[in-house]
């Protein structure tokens, strides 16, 4: 399997894949920091594609030379390329070990089997108690039905 790394610069490419080859296994599986995605015989040559988020520290605020508003414009320029070669992705949030848990989330998405599909903690449920102003789709469809079939009566 070959996963491609992708993201602006700074945003955690290299120190992602060196934990991805670690985690999984290294004689199956290949990962590519950074590789060109623009030419053509690459585009659709990975099973995985991932893009790293603009989620780290801003690089200017570290001594960089990059502000955070050429990662922003580059990040917008890899999703364009990506967009127009119609290459399916997932972009991968978080810190340290989170950044890794949620690469091995999106890659098990994308090629269940490869990876083990980490255990999410069930979203809690919707708040259900009384309220005429919670914004609840389903609680305002009640509370209007309810109003409705008092005045039908």
């Not at 340290?96 to 949620?102: I, K, S, V």
């Not at 690469?103 to 999410?120: E, K």
Request: hydrophobic share 40%.
């Amino acid at each position: 399997m070959q996963i491609a790394l992708l993201g602006a610069p700074r945003t955690g490419k290299t120190q992602l894949a060196q934990a991805l080859t670690r985690h999984l296994q290294p004689q199956h599986v290949e990962v590519f920091d950074a590789p060109d995605i623009t030419q053509r015989p690459l585009a659709h040559a990975f099973d995985v594609t991932l893009l790293c988020g603009l989620d780290l520290p801003d690089p200017a605020a570290t001594g960089h030379k990059r502000t955070a508003v050429e990662r922003e414009a580059i990040d917008q320029r890899i999703r364009h390329q990506l967009d127009t070669a119609q290459i399916a992705y997932q972009v991968v949030y978080g810190v340290g070990a989170e950044r890794l848990e949620n690469a091995l989330f999106c890659i098990a998405r994308q090629a269940p089997g490869w990876a083990a599909t980490p255990q999410r903690p069930q979203a809690l449920n919707r708040w259900s108690g009384p309220c005429e102003r919670c914004a609840d789709g389903d609680c305002e469809h009640r509370l209007f039905m309810d109003l409705l079939s008092n005045k039908s009566r």
